[in-house]
C-alpha cells in the first residue's frame, strides 16, 4: 500500500484554552461572564491608575460598591487620595461607581527556604581531633573537650 495525504490522518491535539475548558463544564461556564466582567474590571482599574492596581485586586463589585484589596495600608492612603480620579475613569468607561472600599488584606510571604550545606570534614581532620582527645590532659577542666571531641569523632567514623 502506497501512502499519500489522502489516505493517512494524522491526530494532532490543539491546545484548549482556559476559557475553553471552562466553557466545557455547564455549572463553569455558568460563572464565566461574572469572570468576565470582573477581569475586564480590573483592566480598566489598572488603566486608569498603573501604578496603584500591580498590587491592588479586585474583591467585589456588587450594587456600585468597588471592594479592593491592597497589601499594606501604606497603599491604601495613598488610593485613598486616588478614589475620585479612579471613580472619573471608570465612569467614562461605563462602569457604574457609587462607592469603594478599601481592605488592607497582607499576604502570607512566601517561604524562603535557604539550603543547609553538609558540612564534611576530611578524614585527616577527624584523625587529628581523635588525637587531640586521646593525648589531652585528663583534668576537670578538660573533661568536657575530651568528651565532645570524642563523640564528634565517634559520629564521622561510624562503628
Same mark, same amino acid.
Given at each position: 500500500?502506497?501512502?499519500n495525504?489522502s ?6 491535539r490543539?491546545?484548549v ?18 469572570i468576565e466582567r ?9 488603566t ?17 460598591q #468597588?471592594?479592593?484589596?491592597?497589601? *499594606? %495600608?501604606? !497603599?491604601? =492612603?495613598k /488610593? $485613598? ?12 468607561r ?5 462607592g469603594v472600599?478599601l481592605r ?17 570534614l ?5 584523625t ?7 593525648? #589531652?590532659?585528663?583534668?576537670?577542666? *578538660? %573533661?568536657? !573537650?575530651? =568528651?565532645? /571531641? $570524642? ?7 561510624p562503628?
Open positions: 500500500m502506497r501512502f495525504s489516505n493517512v490522518s494524522i491526530n494532532r490543539n491546545p484554552g482556559a476559557t475553553d475548558f471552562l466553557r466545557r463544564d455547564d455549572k463553569l461556564a455558568a460563572m464565566m461572564p461574572a470582573m477581569a475586564a474590571l480590573q483592566k480598566d482599574c489598572a486608569a491608575l498603573p501604578a496603584m492596581f500591580k498590587y491592588c485586586e479586585i474583591l467585589a463589585f456588587d450594587d456600585g #468597588l471592594t479592593l484589596s491592597l497589601p *499594606n %495600608a501604606s !497603599l491604601a =492612603a /488610593l $485613598k487620595q486616588q478614589i475620585p480620579k479612579l471613580q472619573e475613569t471608570l465612569a467614562r461605563g462602569w457604574q461607581v457609587n472600599k488592607v488584606q497582607m499576604t502570607k510571604p512566601a517561604e524562603i527556604k535557604e539550603q543547609m550545606r553538609a558540612l564534611s576530611p578524614e585527616a581532620a577527624v587529628a581531633f581523635d588525637e587531640l582527645g586521646e593525648t #589531652l590532659e585528663d583534668t576537670p577542666q *578538660n %573533661a568536657t !573537650l575530651i =568528651a565532645a /571531641l $570524642k563523640a564528634m569523632v565517634a559520629r564521622r567514623r562503628g
